[in-house]
C-alpha cells in the first residue's frame, strides 16, 4: 500500500487528525458530479480576543474618543483615519482590502455578538465557541464536525478541512477530518539565531569584499522579522498554537485553489493568532493594524481565488471575546465581553452593520468596562447553517442544542 493510500483509508475513520504535510497542499481532484452540494463555508477564528471596537470602530459615538483617546481611530478623512462605512460605524484603516467587498455589499458584520457565557478565560471562552454549548465543559465535539455529519450528500475525508499546526476542537467529533499544516513556518528562528553559530557566521562574513554587505543585510532583515512577530508569553497562551496572520495570504490564496480544485471540500477552519493587544495596541498604525491588513489581505483574495464559487461561500470571522471599551495604562485593552462578527459571501446581504447596538455610554456598559453581548454568537451561525446551508429545524437543533429561541431581527442572507 502506498503512503497517500495509508493515509486516506485512516480518514476514513472518525475524527482522525491527518497531519498530511505540506506536500498535501498541492493535492487536487477534479471531483465530479456527485459530490456534496457547492454551498461552502469557511471559519476563522481570531484567537487571543480581537478588539471589535476597532475593527467596526462607533467613530460617530462621542463617547468613543473619550473611553479610548490613545488607542481610538481618527474620523474618516482624516490621517490613519477609519474608513466611513454607514456614517456612524468606520472600519479600520488596514483593512482597506475589503472595501471593494463592502461596497459591493457583499460583507457584513454583526456587532456586540459573542457568547452568553461570562467568563474572560481565553480557554473557556474558545473552547464555547468551538463547541457551541456555552457554559458546558462536557460537550465532546466541535459544532464544525456536527455539522458536517447533519449536511446531505456523501461525505468524505476531505469534506471537513482544518489549516494549522493541530486539529482543533471545532473539528473533533464523529466524522472523519483532515487537518494541513499552514505556511507559517517563514516566522521561525533558524540556526543563525543559535548565538554560537551565528556569532561565527557574522565573523566570517564581516568584512568579506563579496559577499558582507548581502549578509548583513539579510541578517537584518531577519531581525527585523521576528522582532516583529515577537509575542509576550502571555499571547503565546491566548493564542494556543494558533500562527500570526502574516502568512494568511498565502494560506489563503491555497485554500481558494483547493476548494476551486475538489469540490468534495465543503467546511474549513482557519485560527489565527496575535489578538490578545494588552499593551502597545496602537491606532491607525501599530501592532493590531500589523494583524489587521495581512487578515483583510488574505480574506480578498480568498474571495477573489474563488472566483464564481464565492458566490456559493459564505466565510465567517469570529474571536472569543472583545475587548475592554475604555483603553488601558499601557496602550492597550484587556479582556471585554461583546465582539463584531464578520460574515462575507456572494449571496450575503452585505454593506450593513447588524446587531442591537446600544451605544458606549457608561450605563450601555457590560459591567462599566465593555460591551454587552446582544447577539448570540450561534444564532448568527444558526442563520448561515439554515439559510446558506438549508438544514432543518431538526438538524440545527443537532448542530446547536440549547440555542436560544429568540431569533435575530436581522437576516444576514436576502433571499
Do not use: C
Not at 246 to 253: H, I, M, R, S
Not at 359 to 383: C, H, I, M, W, Y
Amino acid at each position: 500500500m502506498r503512503r497517500r493510500d495509508f493515509l486516506n483509508t485512516l480518514a476514513l475513520g472518525a475524527g482522525i487528525v491527518l497531519p498530511l504535510g505540506r506536500h498535501a497542499w498541492a493535492l487536487s481532484s477534479s471531483g465530479s458530479g456527485d459530490g456534496p452540494t457547492r454551498k461552502k463555508l469557511v471559519v476563522v477564528m481570531l484567537r487571543g480576543a480581537v478588539d471589535g471596537l476597532n475593527v467596526v470602530a462607533p467613530v460617530g459615538d462621542e463617547n468613543y474618543l473619550r473611553l479610548r483617546p490613545g488607542i481610538g481611530l481618527a474620523s474618516p478623512g482624516m490621517e490613519n483615519g477609519a474608513l466611513d462605512l454607514d456614517g456612524y460605524f468606520g472600519l479600520h484603516p488596514a483593512l482597506a482590502s475589503l472595501q471593494p467587498l463592502w461596497q459591493q455589499k457583499k460583507l457584513a458584520f454583526v456587532h456586540a455578538s459573542g457568547s452568553p457565557d461570562t467568563t474572560r478565560s481565553h480557554f473557556d471562552a474558545q473552547d464555547y465557541m468551538e463547541s457551541a454549548t456555552p457554559g458546558r465543559k462536557s460537550t465532546p465535539d466541535g459544532w464544525m464536525n456536527r455539522l458536517v455529519a447533519a449536511l446531505p450528500g456523501t461525505s468524505t475525508p476531505s469534506r471537513l478541512l482544518g489549516i494549522g499546526p493541530v486539529m482543533p476542537r471545532i473539528l473533533a467529533g464523529q466524522a472523519a477530518a483532515v487537518n494541513l499544516p499552514n505556511v507559517a513556518a517563514g516566522a521561525r528562528a533558524d540556526v543563525l539565531d543559535r548565538p554560537a553559530i551565528g556569532a561565527a557566521f557574522d565573523q566570517l562574513y564581516a568584512g568579506h569584499p563579496r559577499f558582507g554587505r548581502a549578509y548583513e543585510d539579510g541578517r537584518k532583515a531577519h531581525r527585523e522579522v521576528m522582532l516583529a512577530t515577537a509575542e509576550t508569553p502571555q499571547m503565546q497562551a491566548a493564542d494556543r498554537g494558533a500562527p500570526l496572520p502574516n502568512g494568511f495570504p498565502d494560506d489563503a490564496a491555497r485554500l481558494a485553489t483547493l476548494m476551486r480544485n475538489d469540490p468534495n471540500i465543503q467546511l474549513a477552519f482557519i485560527a489565527l493568532g496575535g489578538w490578545d493587544t494588552h499593551v502597545a495596541q496602537g491606532a491607525g498604525t501599530g501592532q493590531l493594524a500589523n494583524r489587521l491588513a495581512p487578515l483583510g489581505q488574505g480574506l480578498a483574495l480568498l474571495a477573489e481565488r474563488l472566483g464564481s464559487l464565492f458566490d456559493d461561500t459564505v466565510v465567517v470571522v469570529m474571536s472569543e471575546f472583545g475587548r475592554t471599551a475604555r483603553e488601558n495604562g499601557t496602550g492597550g485593552t484587556d479582556h471585554g465581553h461583546g465582539n463584531a462578527m464578520w460574515v462575507l459571501g456572494g449571496k450575503v446581504n452585505g454593506g450593513r452593520v447588524y446587531g442591537d447596538w446600544q451605544g458606549l455610554e457608561e450605563a450601555k456598559l457590560n459591567e462599566g468596562r465593555d460591551l454587552p453581548v446582544t447577539t448570540d454568537f450561534r444564532s448568527v451561525l444558526a442563520q448561515v447553517a439554515e439559510r446558506h446551508l438549508l438544514l432543518t429545524d431538526r438538524q440545527l437543533n443537532a448542530v446547536f442544542p440549547a440555542m436560544p429561541q429568540r431569533a435575530p431581527s436581522f437576516r444576514l442572507f436576502s433571499s
